[in-house]
């Protein structure tokens, strides 16, 4: 079993940062490849940013390349996403998901990962 607990949400203005954390519970945490989707008002839940177990390999939805960065720290059971130049179109519930397959590759459907937290809300004004 996996548990995910994100934190790090809020209101910030157009051009601003957020961090989002994820604590995760589970033995083969450093094993997992973990990411972020996320799902704005009437909008399906996409794929925003992976990152392979050992951390070397990450993958960004094109939208968000270059001003998001996502990390982990297997030491801690933690996974993060950096968001900086935030726009209001990146307003959405922002979830930590994790793919316990022990697959080598990023996916990128929903489908894909059995384990998911509650979501932090993520808001940028207009």
């Known amino acids: 079993q996996v548990q995910l607990v994100e934190s790090g949400g809020g209101l910030v203005q157009a051009g601003g940062s957020l961090r989002l954390s994820c604590a995760a519970s589970?033995?083969?945490?450093?094993?997992?490849?973990m990411g972020w989707f996320r799902q704005a008002p009437g909008n399906k839940r996409e794929f925003v940013a992976g990152?392979?177990?050992?951390?070397?390999?990450?993958s960004y939805v094109d939208s968000v390349k270059g001003r998001f960065t996502i990390s982990r720290d297997n030491a801690k059971n933690m996974v993060f996403l950096q968001m900086n130049s935030l726009k209001p179109e990146d307003t959405a519930v922002y979830y930590c998901?994790?793919?316990?397959?022990?697959?080598?590759?990023?996916?990128?459907?929903?489908?894909?990962?059995?384990?998911w937290g509650q979501g932090t809300q993520v808001t940028v004004p207009a």
């Open positions: 998901v994790a793919d316990v397959t022990l697959s080598m590759f990023i996916k990128k459907e929903t489908t894909d990962y059995e384990y």
């Open positions: 589970g033995r083969t945490f450093s094993s997992s490849v």
């Open positions: 990152v392979t177990g050992s951390g070397r390999s990450t």
